[in-house]
């Protein structure tokens, strides 16, 4: 059972250049995120998609797009990388409800230069 | 406003010990859900344990309980029987009740010694 899986791992990318960080689970959550997380703190939240055929904005949307393209999957885009978003990405899903565990997947390391 | 403070920054116990990690957080809902997560120098985020504001025994996973004090706002973190293997940042998050997002605290790093 692979829970939460992201791809790439590492990636670095020079300013301007483009990418897509790929996320899918399997454990048939209605609920999926993205956060990032910064040296020294803790996570927040870029997006998130309530269900399938829904995204929202979190704390954090400026310069990412993402994608429910299914129920398993939820892609965000980098349409023209800067330095500041340099950072560990985080996927992680849940059912709905505010008790409801988010797990999360083992992070993309990005670095932007 | 910061939602979840936790205040040390860096804790070191000795093996076999227990150690109490501080978190103490801050909503005007009545309805929320508090997590503990454990984050390894290998970077994976991993679930520890949940609390409800509901509930009114406070929540235990095998070695790890969380004590929860509602009037103070407060949930702190247990560990007994500290191992080696729990040397790891740990995080302390809240979900409120409308709100999809987790919001974090800055983490406290809690070193393992033999």
């Known amino acids: 059972n692979a829970g939460v899986t992201q791809t790439p791992k590492f990636q670095v990318l020079k300013t301007g250049q483009s990418m897509t960080l790929q996320c899918a689970q399997d454990?048939?959550?209605?609920?999926m995120y993205w956060y990032r997380q910064d040296p020294g703190m803790g996570l927040r939240l870029i997006y998130y998609?309530?269900?399938?055929?829904?995204?929202d904005k979190g704390e954090v949307p400026n310069g990412y797009n993402v994608s429910r393209l299914n129920k398993r999957e939820f892609s965000l885009r980098l349409e023209s990388a800067a330095p500041s978003q340099t950072s560990v990405y985080f996927c992680?899903?849940?059912?709905?409800?505010?008790?409801?565990?988010?797990?999360f997947g083992p992070g993309t390391r990005l670095t932007v230069l | 406003a910061q939602k979840i403070t936790q205040t040390q920054p860096g804790m070191f116990v000795q093996e076999k010990e227990a150690v109490t990690l501080d978190c103490t957080y801050d909503?005007?809902?009545?309805?929320?859900?508090l997590f503990w997560y454990k984050q390894p120098s290998s970077g994976e985020m991993i679930f520890l344990i949940y609390?409800?504001?509901?509930?009114?025994q406070n929540a235990t996973e095998g070695r790890y309980s969380l004590n929860f004090q509602k009037a103070r706002k407060s949930a702190n973190l247990v560990i007994s029987a500290s191992q080696l293997g729990d040397s790891a940042m740990y995080f302390c998050?809240?979900?409120?009740?409308?709100?999809?997002?987790?919001?974090f605290g800055a983490g406290t790093t809690v070193t393992v010694r033999a």
């Open positions: 609390q409800g504001s509901y509930d009114e």
């Open positions: 998050a809240m979900r409120e009740r409308y709100d999809y997002k987790l919001s």
């Open positions: 909503t005007s809902d009545q309805s929320y859900g």
């Open positions: 454990m048939n959550h209605n609920s």
């Open positions: 998609s309530a269900s399938e055929g829904t995204t």
């Open positions: 992680a899903s849940s059912e709905e409800g505010a008790s409801d565990t988010q797990y």
